[in-house]
């Protein structure tokens, strides 16, 4: 009899070892994942908030096969199909009308940061403490985290971080030597910490008072994640350049970056081999049109999660939900799996729950009654 791959085995062997799992998932449909050994999980990690319309969503995978069928890759030394029905949608989705295509969120960070600083020719940079904007070079240069930064300090570009939602501790650092200021929306690799009212309107008015270009960093706030395209438009702020990846295209690999008139690369200024890609772009726009119908329904699906958490004082903005369980959370999340329900630990204590947008009403109260149980 043949024996069975040892997976477990052999990744130890030959992965390098930057992940710790221990699950196998090998199908998904909507909400629902399915592990090696056939066990089914409602899954409120959708690959940490990638697959936006579900796993598998037919409109996707019938957009993907279809454009693989046809052209899988052309480069973007020609017009690239669906590339401009695309950026044509994403603009007047999110009001940004100059767009670049990329293949992940770190990607589109590190575009962001040059482009600020050609645009303003200024090198100096101001982020917030717990933000997370990607591991390659320039995006962990605007990273708080220490553990994952420092051991490849010195990084560019020169980066001041600033507490989360101190107004007057930005104001003191932001002068007319920096080229711009990053900020999430809502910090997810923090656990979903939703900063306080007014601070993004602050954030805005420093940056225009000195010259500054306002970067939002959507990649996990995104597409529709909180109720809206962007969840800057849950406030009245617009901000120069902003990044988007995650669930842009259901977890085909895509990033973007997103800025207004008048904030552009010009020729030769950067390009990509891959981004903006033939199939990337078939995903994304169906994704985009299956959105577009379920997003109304995000908010009070978010709300469902609220009520249903309500002794663990959840934080939740449509469908991002953090609660803090400190170092329960590993306890937490294991006892969630073995009943069949995929959460995540984030950072500093705190559990993150970031499921599909289609996910049904009935799989939320599952969720959420299993989490309850997780609680004791
Ligand atoms: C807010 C934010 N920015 C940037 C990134 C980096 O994106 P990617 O992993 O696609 O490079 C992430 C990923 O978790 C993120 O959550």
Redesign the pocket.
């Known amino acids: 009899m043949k024996e069975a791959f040892d997976y477990r085995a052999v990744e130890s062997q030959h992965y390098m070892p930057v992940f710790s799992r221990t699950i196998k998932l090998v199908r998904g449909e909507g909400a629902k994942v399915w592990d090696d050994t056939g066990k089914q999980y409602i899954d409120c990690v959708a690959g940490?908030a990638v697959c936006s319309t579900g796993h598998c969503h037919p409109e996707v995978v019938k957009a993907i096969c279809d454009q693989c069928r046809t052209l899988i890759h052309c480069s973007n030394l020609y017009y690239v199909p669906h590339q401009s029905e695309l950026v044509e949608r994403l603009a007047s989705l999110t009001g940004m009308p100059r767009i670049f295509l990329t293949n992940?969120?770190?990607e589109a960070?590190e575009a962001a940061l040059k482009l600020a600083r050609i645009t303003t020719g200024r090198k100096r940079f101001v982020a917030f403490t717990h933000g997370?904007?990607?591991?390659t070079m320039g995006?962990l240069a605007v990273t708080h985290k220490p553990p994952i930064r420092e051991p490849f300090d010195p990084l560019q570009p020169e980066c001041a971080f600033v507490e989360y939602g101190d107004l007057k501790g930005l104001r003191k650092v932001v002068n007319r030597e920096t080229a711009g200021v990053v900020v999430?929306p809502i910090q997810?690799?923090a656990g979903v910490i939703i900063p306080p009212d007014g601070f993004l309107e602050g954030v805005r008015e420093c940056c225009d008072r000195n010259g500054t270009l306002m970067i939002a960093?959507e990649?996990?706030t995104g597409m529709g994640r909180t109720g809206r395209w962007l969840t800057l438009q849950h406030t009245g702020v617009e901000a120069d350049i902003v990044t988007l990846?995650?669930g842009i295209a259901s977890g085909f690999p895509m990033?973007a970056l997103l800025s207004r008139e008048g904030i552009t690369f010009k020729k030769g200024e950067h390009g990509s081999t891959f981004g903006g890609g033939p199939v990337a772009c078939a995903a994304a726009l169906a994704t985009l049109q299956v959105i577009e119908r379920i997003l109304p329904d995000v908010e009070r699906k978010g709300a469902l999660f609220r009520k249903g958490l309500a002794d663990h004082n959840p934080r939740v903005m449509g469908l991002m939900i953090g609660l803090a369980a400190g170092d329960r959370c590993p306890t937490i999340q294991a006892y969630c799996a073995d009943k069949g329900v995929l959460i995540n630990c984030a950072a500093d204590g705190n559990l993150r729950l970031v499921p599909p947008l289609v996910i049904s009403d009935e799989e939320i109260r599952k969720a959420v009654e299993v989490l309850n149980e997780a609680f004791g």
């Open positions: 940490i992940s969120g770190t960070m997370f904007h990607g591991r995006a999430e997810g690799e960093d990649i996990q990846a995650k990033g």
